[in-house]
């Protein structure tokens, strides 16, 4: 049972119900018990307790059996599941968010689509011969690991990549059209951060991809590095690392105390370690936090060797605090120097 992109309602508390409710749960329980039990990352308990996100309503009912309470002991408002159901906002008596009707608006246009004749024959176009394995091929099976997703339900299936940096859309663009030969069937505004969506639906080219994960979802114990990363040359590990810094990390800075480090996350802790232990091979170390989920670069040394050996993508970009904007090679390179935004 998990707390993301599920079909469970969420619970938003009114007033100090919040606070009240955590208070006598911390009490009873930890975050990592809890963590455990519902499948749901530790660092999404302290968005709950803060307020941040909304609770999902297992954890609210194993909490009220925990701290022996009713649900009439505390003021809450009930939210449709994060997921954009229309029904779940009829039943909740809510009007969605500007994101979650977009969400709503997307699957009705998406429904439409999949009905045309058009679009079903466009599933089963043909992909390029596929020989050697290559570093266009190496960055669109790193992307699907870390920002993208691969659908493969029967009458349903798709794969897509979300980001907001227009040099690294445009990269992927072109290497989905290297190595399958395919055109995209649409790019879709995300409403979140300026991101958007690059969706394809090809099923030969998603058969392709399950043959070398046997998940692309962190929330499956079986996502893990592909063999052919782990056994393949440095190249294939320096642009699997390029992506995963990339889509799920950035550089923190306080101008504060001139300091700066890498920081990298991810939702499976397992598959952080293997992430991790990439970076042995470049002789850069880190610093693993399960509290957060976090990978971390801090030593002045091993900033340097990242820039030096792996670096980002070309055109990835910032995306929020001081330096939105600034492409991240560019600031680390600055940084390194000792030159702070």
């Not at 909740?92 to 998406?110: C, D, G, L, W, Y």
């Amino acid at each position: 049972m998990s707390g993301r992109n599920t079909k469970h309602y969420r619970i938003k508390f009114i007033d100090e119900s919040r606070k009240k409710f955590f208070h006598q749960l911390t009490k009873k329980t930890s975050f990592k018990q809890l963590s455990k039990k519902l499948n749901i990352p530790i660092n999404n308990f302290y968005n709950y307790k803060s307020g941040i996100s909304t609770t999902p309503e297992p954890l609210f009912n194993l909490g009220l059996k925990l701290i022996d309470k009713s649900k009439n002991d505390f003021e809450f408002q009930v939210l449709l599941p994060n997921w954009g159901c229309s029904k779940g906002a009829k039943l909740a008596n809510v009007t969605p968010s500007k994101r979650e009707q977009s969400r709503i608006h997307f699957s009705r246009i998406m429904k439409q689509k999949w009905k045309s004749k058009e679009f079903q024959e466009s599933r089963y176009k043909p992909i390029k011969e596929q020989g050697e394995m290559t570093i266009e091929k190496i960055r669109i099976i790193s992307h699907m690991l870390f920002d993208g997703s691969v659908n493969n339900r029967k009458g349903n299936n798709y794969f897509r990549f979300i980001c907001s940096s227009p040099k690294v859309i445009e990269l992927f663009i072109n290497d989905v059209k290297t190595v399958y030969g395919l055109e995209n069937n649409g790019i879709f505004d995300e409403n979140s951060k300026n991101c958007v969506s690059i969706n394809y639906n090809s099923i030969l080219a998603i058969q392709d991809l399950m043959k070398y994960a046997p998940s692309y979802s962190c929330k499956s114990n079986k996502i893990q590095v592909p063999e052919v990363i782990k056994s393949g040359p440095s190249e294939f590990k320096r642009e699997f690392l390029r992506c995963f810094w990339d889509d799920d990390g950035g550089i923190t800075v306080s101008k504060k105390y001139k300091r700066f480090w890498l920081i990298g996350s991810q939702k499976n802790l397992k598959f952080l370690y293997e992430i991790g232990k990439i970076h042995d091979h470049f002789n850069i170390n880190y610093l693993i936090n399960d509290k957060y989920y976090h990978l971390l670069i801090v030593r002045k040394k091993d900033k340097k060797n990242f820039l030096r050996k792996i670096g980002f993508l070309e055109g990835s970009l910032v995306t929020r605090g001081l330096c939105k904007g600034l492409e991240k090679n560019f600031l680390l390179k600055e940084l390194n120097l000792g030159i702070f935004p």
